[in-house]
């Protein structure tokens, strides 16, 4: 059974159209599958603010994800998360470390998100996400996730000094070009599957999103990811950062597009009732 769990409230949204994203990818799931969200926190405007000013901002909408996680996985559930930000990663990670301290974190973006205080040229919470679950520095929001349990695909905007830190941590990388379902598989080794997919990740213009860079991904990949990866094997989705069009021709081409990257999930939890 899939448990949808949605962002609402603000978590260092730098982006109007954050949590809008979030919300209407909910509705063509409910449109297409029939699952139902349970949707978290309260739409608060966007700010160009630092981390120290979001993160309490972000207090409650954070302890309610946590909570709507630990009582998914708990009751042995497929969670799928849609995130407004990458930040909503905070209230996951922590309780998928305690939970399944045997699982692979495969993190899908376009960014290292290895950040922290001392190291964040850009102040964004976001990028700051991972190296909070590993405990790096104290978000207030746990921790307790291992390095080398987490492998980066498609990264490729990382600053200098969070590259040290992936270095240091011996996080893996598996860069876009390298990016094949056989070599997902071999780093995976078996290992039950957290998945978290950051749409900056995609190649510019396929679907929008706050922190896009060239040279990405394309739908295809990642969709062969999934159609490679074997369900039992997979824990829990998050899919963050669609920043919703004012265009709604592109929006409709977005979602079209994160519906076919899901699809083998739930044609697979179809296929197994």
Same mark, same amino acid.
């Given at each position: 059974?899939?448990?949808?769990?949605?962002?609402?409230?603000?978590?260092?949204? @730098?982006?109007?159209?954050?949590?809008?994203? !979030?919300?209407?990818?909910?509705?063509?799931?409910?449109?297409?599958?029939?699952? @139902?969200?349970?949707?978290?926190?309260? +739409?608060?405007?966007?700010?160009?603010?630092?981390?120290?000013?979001?993160?309490?901002?972000?207090?409650?909408?954070?302890?309610?994800? @946590?909570? !709507?996680?630990?009582?998914?996985?708990?009751?042995?559930?497929?969670?799928?998360?849609?995130?407004?930000?990458?930040?909503? +990663?905070?209230?996951?990670?922590?309780?998928?470390?305690?939970?399944?301290?045997?699982?692979?974190?495969?993190?899908?973006?376009?960014?290292?998100?290895?950040?922290?205080?001392?190291?964040?040229?850009?102040?964004?919470?976001?990028?700051?996400?991972?190296?909070?679950?590993?405990?790096?520095?104290?978000?207030?929001?746990?921790?307790?996730?291992?390095?080398?349990?987490?492998?980066?695909?498609?990264?490729?905007?990382?600053?200098?000094?969070?590259?040290?830190?992936?270095?240091?941590?011996?996080?893996?990388?598996?860069?876009?070009?390298?990016?094949?379902?056989?070599?997902?598989?071999?780093?995976?080794?078996? +290992?039950?599957?957290?998945?978290?997919?950051?749409?900056?990740?995609?190649?510019?213009?396929?679907?929008?999103?706050?922190?896009?860079?060239?040279?990405?991904?394309?739908?295809?990949?990642?969709?062969?990811?999934?159609?490679?990866?074997?369900?039992?094997?997979?824990?829990?989705?998050?899919?963050?950062?669609?920043?919703? +069009?004012?265009?709604?021709?592109?929006?409709?081409?977005?979602?079209?597009?994160?519906?076919?990257?899901?699809?083998?999930?739930?044609?697979? !939890?179809?296929?197994?009732?």
């Amino acid at each position: 059974m899939i448990d949808l769990i949605v962002s609402q409230g603000r978590i260092a949204d @730098r982006a109007a159209r954050m949590i809008e994203g !979030a919300a209407r990818t909910a509705e063509a799931l409910k449109k297409h599958y029939g699952i @139902r969200g349970n949707f978290i926190g309260n +739409s608060s405007p966007p700010a160009n603010d630092d981390w120290s000013i979001s993160l309490p901002q972000a207090h409650e909408t954070l302890v309610e994800l @946590r909570q !709507a996680i630990e009582a998914s996985i708990k009751g042995e559930k497929r969670t799928l998360m849609l995130a407004n930000t990458c930040s909503a +990663s905070l209230a996951s990670l922590p309780v998928v470390a305690r939970e399944h301290p045997e699982a692979v974190v495969l993190w899908i973006d376009a960014h290292g998100d290895f950040n922290t205080p001392e190291t964040t040229e850009s102040g964004y919470l976001g990028g700051m996400v991972l190296a909070a679950a590993c405990g790096l520095w104290d978000s207030g929001h746990g921790s307790g996730l291992r390095p080398e349990q987490i492998i980066l695909v498609g990264a490729r905007d990382i600053d200098q000094p969070e590259h040290e830190l992936l270095q240091k941590y011996g996080v893996r990388i598996i860069p876009p070009a390298e990016a094949t379902p056989e070599n997902i598989l071999k780093a995976v080794n078996g +290992s039950p599957v957290w998945l978290h997919i950051d749409w900056d990740v995609l190649e510019p213009g396929f679907l929008p999103a706050d922190y896009s860079v060239p040279d990405g991904m394309l739908p295809s990949q990642i969709q062969a990811i999934f159609e490679a990866m074997p369900l039992e094997q997979i824990l829990g989705i998050e899919l963050a950062e669609f920043n919703a +069009s004012t265009d709604e021709e592109k929006n409709e081409k977005a979602l079209s597009i994160i519906l076919d990257i899901v699809a083998p999930v739930f044609r697979t !939890a179809a296929e197994a009732k």
